[in-house]
Structures are given as structure tokens and as C-alpha cells.
């Protein structure tokens, strides 16, 4: 058994006293257009991506577990989530009838927000150059 003395126990108190984030990315295929942009966009077109989703949730270190979360317990509430976009046309889904990685993220975020406390940030790439983060309103 180690003993860490009083300035020990007043480091490690502190350390889990900090506020840590924690990210788990997530991926799915689907194909969408964007109804909104004008008529020649290449995007009006129907056509597909690999989106990446990064989900971030913030909170203290618990003092027993060492972690902020069980990422078991993050992919728990967001792999069902994923499941429902995923190798679907996303403009037919409700909610994405303008499926622009802002109102995916948008959309996740309103199905995930009540199963994770302290979800900070859901972001979105389409593409390895092109992204988007939502932080909640």
C-alpha cells in the first residue's frame, strides 16, 4: 500500500478535480444532395461520402474510475444513432431533408444530448479537408 501524505492526496484530489475532454470517432457511408444550392452546384447532385464523426464529452476525472466516461458507455448512446444514417439516402430522413454537415451535426447532437452529460462538440467531416463542429445552442 502507498501512502502519498498530504501532498500527494492534494495533487491527485486536484488532478481529479480537472475538467477533461474525451473523443470517440465514429464513421458511416450514406449518400445525400443538397436541395438548397443552385441548380449547376455540384452537390445538388446525388452523390456520397464516408462521413467521420468525432463526439466529444467534457467532465471531471472521476476519483475512483480515473475517466471522465467508459467509452463502452459513449458508443453505447451514439452507435445506435450512427446505425440510422448509416448506407441511407440522408434527404430522406426526417430532419435531413437538407443534409449539410451542419444539420447532421445538429441532428446527432439532438439524439445523443440526453444519454450523454457533458457532451461539449459533435463534429462532422465529409470530407478529409472539410468538417464542421457543433457545440450545442
Known amino acids: 500500500q502507498v501512502h502519498l501524505g498530504t501532498r500527494g492526496q492534494k495533487e491527485m484530489s486536484e488532478k481529479m478535480n480537472q475538467v477533461v475532454e474525451l473523443s ?18 455540384k452537390c445538388r447532385r ?7 464523426i468525432e463526439v466529444q464529452v467534457s ?39 437538407n443534409p449539410t454537415s451542419e444539420h447532421i451535426a445538429m441532428w446527432i447532437w439532438k439524439r445523443i444530448a440526453d444519454g450523454l452529460p ?4 459533435v463534429s462532422i467531416h465529409e470530407t478529409c479537408n472539410t468538417g464542421c463542429h457543433y457545440r450545442g445552442s
Open 24 to 41: 470517440h470517432k465514429f464513421s458511416f457511408d450514406s449518400a445525400h444532395s443538397l436541395p438548397n444550392v443552385p441548380e449547376d452546384h
Open 46 to 52: 446525388l452523390h456520397g461520402h464516408t462521413f467521420h
Open 59 to 97: 467532465g471531471p476525472v472521476g476519483e475512483t474510475s480515473g475517466w471522465v466516461m467508459d467509452y463502452g458507455q459513449l458508443k453505447e448512446v451514439v452507435l445506435p444513432v450512427i446505425a440510422m444514417l448509416d448506407h441511407r439516402h440522408l434527404n430522406e430522413i426526417d430532419g435531413l431533408e
Open 118 to 121: 457533458g457532451l461539449s462538440c
